[in-house]
């Protein structure tokens, strides 16, 4: 199955700022997801970002604070912007890979304070 | 809208014994489903992928079953340890779509 790279791990972040998170994948992929998780919560869809197209966001993800990039087939970012504490939370990024179902990065924990 | 529902939400067992987690979603129209194990503050390992034209799969201790009709799959794991604990998470992909429905999860504990 892929092997994904995510950084950072961590971070604590004061509020009003942005945190941009970095996903790498060891091949090339058609799309890649972003999904959060609230604490204490289960994980809820983002965003779906395709290389060379705009970012399909879920309801209630808007791209004014969620801005995402995917530059090429094997590599994505999402940003957290003007970071406020509801923002704290698990971020997560994943491939689908068919029928080997899906891998997810080792995800980003977000506190912001 | 496809809705997934675990059960139970919270599991704490002594070492050894034999464990079932349940997974339940309302529409049967699945293009597969699969089990993750998710450490506290880390990423999801997946466990077992299972196609909609499959009824279960294996993997050393554990061994997950589907059924389609009735929109129902179970997570066995034998022989619990300690290293088991962890909260387990069930997702569905459906026929047509690209995405994942989770369900909340179940978090198990075992003990020494």
């Known amino acids: 199955s892929a092997v994904i790279s995510q950084k950072p791990s961590r971070d604590i972040c004061q509020r009003g700022t942005s945190l941009t998170i970095q996903c790498q994948v060891d091949s090339q992929v058609t799309m890649m997801f972003w999904y959060r998780q609230q604490p204490g919560q289960s994980l809820t869809l983002i965003a779906t970002a395709n290389q060379g197209s705009e970012a399909t966001y879920e309801s209630g993800f808007v791209i004014d604070k969620f801005p995402i990039s995917r530059p090429n087939l094997t590599f994505s970012t999402l940003t957290v912007s003007n970071m406020s504490p509801e923002d704290s939370s698990i971020y997560l990024c994943?491939?689908?890979?068919?029928?080997?179902?899906?891998?997810f990065g080792s995800g980003t924990r977000l506190t912001v304070v | 809208k496809q809705e997934v529902t675990q059960i139970p939400a919270a599991l704490s067992v002594p070492e050894g014994e034999n464990l079932v987690l349940n997974c339940s979603f309302t529409?049967?129209?699945?293009?597969?489903l699969q089990w993750f194990r998710q450490d506290p503050g880390k990423g999801l390992t997946s466990l077992l992928l299972?196609?909609?034209?499959?009824r279960e799969q294996t993997s050393g201790r554990l061994n997950a079953s589907l059924d389609k009709s009735s929109g129902r799959s179970t997570l066995y794991i034998a022989a619990s340890q300690p290293g088991d604990s962890a909260t387990y998470l069930c997702?569905?992909?459906?026929?047509?779509?690209?995405?994942?429905?989770f369900g909340k999860g179940t978090m198990l504990l075992v003990s020494p």
């Open positions: 299972i196609q909609s034209s499959q």
């Open positions: 997702a569905v992909k459906d026929s047509g779509y690209s995405t994942l429905t």
């Open positions: 994943s491939v689908d890979r068919d029928a080997h179902g899906y891998t």
């Open positions: 529409d049967s129209a699945i293009y597969n």
